[in-house]
């Protein structure tokens, strides 16, 4: 089976720096996902890692260990409005092509003035 | 921007009847899923569907759950006979058209809400 952890819930003022950890235990491991979303909308692609090490995307960075079976999303410059849902997601690779994607149990992030 | 549509946005419904959940991926794209999020907790996978026939299912998916693109446009989740545990919501997801994507992107719809009284 597949097991993915994250914290439940991370508070942190607006202009912050943010870390959301997951660690999974999965087979069939081709990459780790991060997934934002807002009050039960649609979850919104934000990061991807296949290999080790640090992926930033403007105000958003994701790291991964593979050996550690580790990984985070870092958020800078915290915004009101990046007051979400934050998912990882381990992405393997389903027969015939397409991705699968199991989530992990997500933290909410509440940013405050 | 291409997106994914799903329709209804809300279903309220009675244990027992059958519903149909529709969706529309993104034109281009080849794989199709169904999510699931139960109020509170993680995106569950439900089913992915290629070609034509379903690629993989996950345990929830079982013989009251099924799926179709009966067009060339639309993809529908259907529940035969509803229980209470179905509430949830329902995502519709999309991806490709590449074979191996390098990103693991899905691309999500906003969702039906689905209510079993």
């Known amino acids: 089976g597949q097991s993915l952890e994250q914290p439940s819930e991370v508070t942190a003022v607006e202009g912050a720096i943010v870390q959301i950890n997951c660690t999974y235990q999965t087979s069939g491991f081709y990459g780790l996902s991060w997934y934002q979303q807002h009050d039960g909308g649609a979850p919104t692609f934000l990061s991807y890692n296949a290999l080790d090490g640090l992926e930033e995307t403007g105000r958003f960075s994701s790291f991964l260990s593979r050996s550690d079976s580790y990984g985070y999303l870092l958020l800078q410059e915290l915004q009101m409005k990046d007051s979400a849902s934050y998912f990882c997601a381990v992405r393997s690779i389903l027969t015939g092509g397409g991705n699968k994607l199991t989530f992990g149990t997500g933290t909410q992030l509440k940013v405050e003035l | 921007e291409p997106e994914v549509t799903q329709t209804p946005s809300h279903q309220v419904t009675q244990m027992g009847q059958e519903v149909i959940l529709r969706c529309v991926p993104i034109s281009n794209h080849l794989y199709f899923y169904w999510y699931r999020q139960i109020l509170g907790q993680k995106v569950e996978f439900l089913v992915s569907f290629y070609n034509n026939e379903i690629s993989e299912k996950s345990e929830i998916f079982d013989d009251q759950f099924s799926v179709e693109r009966p067009d060339g446009s639309n993809f529908t989740l259907k529940i035969r006979s509803t229980k209470l545990e179905d509430s949830a919501m329902y995502f519709c997801?999309?991806?490709?058209?590449?074979?191996?994507?390098?990103?693991?992107?899905?691309?999500f719809g906003e969702g039906s809400r689905l209510t079993v009284l």
């Open positions: 997801a999309s991806s490709g058209p590449e074979k191996f994507t390098n990103t693991g992107e899905l691309f």
